[in-house]
């Protein structure tokens, strides 16, 4: 059964407005002002169930995976350690200072239930609305790094991210982002 992401008031409140904490600057507000990660939930409904166990909302998955992704964290064990750490993290996913972190398998088994094909089209979807949006294109430019000879000069520190682009995502999508962004 897929979950859905609940923002009910907490019943201690510590007086504390994840709003206010992360500053007005913060890269992750640029980001969920650009991208609308409701559009998941249609796309992957057909990977769940109407009874049984409660899922993590398809939503905050995705932007778990993008978090992955978009501070080059090295595994999806270190994102769980460190999002509960970090009040940017869970501003950006919605969750409460109380709520829940969900285990790392939880990654790992949305991209085996939804499969490739879908997984690669909902980041391509996400990527596509970034990379629109013009509040988000310094953003996707400084994290791309991309030099003035071209994309083979890439920086070995965003490998990663030359992988993702250039192996996972379709190359079309991959150069209209190197040409939105030269």
């Given at each position: ?28 507000r640029a980001v969920k ?43 999806e064990r270190e994102l ?15 969750y409460g200072l109380d ?84």
């Amino acid at each position: 059964m897929m979950g859905e992401q609940k923002s009910e008031p907490e019943l201690f409140n510590y007086a504390v407005n994840l709003e206010k904490r992360v500053r007005s600057n913060h890269p992750l507000r640029a980001v969920k002002a650009a991208i609308d990660f409701s559009f998941v939930r249609e796309e992957v409904a057909h990977c769940y169930g109407k009874k049984g166990n409660e899922s993590v909302a398809p939503e905050v998955i995705l932007k778990m995976m993008f978090l992955l992704f978009f501070d080059d964290i090295k595994s999806e064990r270190e994102l769980m350690e460190v999002i509960g750490e970090r009040l940017d993290y869970l501003w950006f996913l919605d969750y409460g200072l109380d709520q829940k972190i969900p285990d790392h398998s939880v990654l790992s088994k949305a991209r085996k239930r939804w499969g490739q094909e879908v997984f690669v089209s909902l980041f391509s979807r996400v990527v596509h609305q970034w990379a629109a949006s013009v509040v988000c294109r310094p953003i996707l430019a400084s994290r791309l790094e991309i030099p003035a000879t071209g994309i083979s000069e890439l920086p070995p520190k965003w490998s990663s991210w030359r992988y993702f682009f250039h192996f996972v995502m379709r190359s079309s999508l991959y150069d209209s982002l190197v040409d939105l962004l030269s």
